[in-house]
């Protein structure tokens, strides 16, 4: 790729991101249920359930949001996946992509505009939620650097998950059915170590704990947060970012291209 085109693409890339951050400010509603769930999440097991977990983990119930906090901050970037499904498939049902394949456009804007306004707003999002993990009482005790590594693994966590989601927008006929479509990776933390440790499972949910994407992501951060081990967790957990990256770009860009050619 020329400069010159390198520079066009980039610029479209954008152009296309300014539409989708104003979109999402004109049309709040999304975000806030993106916010929501996470927040609502952290309330329901740190007051309803802290106390028998904590206890059951080894700690009374007012340090368990030490152990559950890292867990549902994960969990507020797996809410982000729902957002992005869905812009992408109201601009394919409202034809809004045929008009912009009329145009002079580089490919990949429209689908890099939604990726990366969608880590955008997913960041912002897990800023609230660690903002309301500290009103509970979440006292982390990173370094800077550690807290850097943290957002960094988030980051990367975010855009995997962007343009995986993108990508089910992308085959999804409906928006209600893209909305539905990133539903099983919400609940993907739940059956890792985001509110009980693996070790606590039977023997069959605990190896697919152990073995699922957001497991090592979650004992990174917690690692990272709060001091605990980390092991080989940061590798694996950089090996799946990479991986769910490369499967939902490439998914994202047969899809559009696909699209191309039947209009």
Known sequence: MSTSTLTYALGDSATMLRRNLKHA????????SVIAMPVLM??????????????????????????????????????????CATSVCVDMTEG?????????????????GHVFG??????????????????LGFRPDATP?????????????????????????????????????PMPLQFLPLLGSAVVPTESMPTALRWFAEYQPFTPVIETLRGLLMGTEIGTSAVVS??????????????????????????
């Open 238 to 263: 950089l090996a799946w970012c990479a991986g769910l990256t490369a499967l939902g770009y490439l998914w994202a860009r047969s899809a559009f291209n696909r699209g191309a050619k039947r209009a």
């Open 42 to 83: 952290l309330l329901l097991f740190n007051y309803a359930f802290g106390g028998a977990i904590g206890a059951g983990i080894g700690g009374s119930g007012g340090s368990y949001i030490g152990y559950v906090a890292p867990g549902i901050i994960l969990m507020a970037a797996v809410s982000g996946a729902v957002s």
């Open 145 to 181: 650097v550690e807290w850097l590594a943290a957002a960094g693994l988030l980051l990367l966590l975010a855009i995997a998950l962007g343009w995986l989601s993108a990508a089910l927008g992308m085959v999804s006929k409906t928006p209600e059915a893209a909305s539905n479509a």
């Open 25 to 32: 400010l004109r049309y709040p509603t999304m975000t806030v």
């Open 96 to 112: 809004i992509v045929n008009r912009i394949r009329t145009m002079s456009i580089s490919r990949g804007a429209f689908l890099c």
């Open 118 to 135: 969608n880590v955008i707003q997913t960041m912002v999002s897990i800023a609230l939620v660690v903002g309301v993990a500290l009103l």
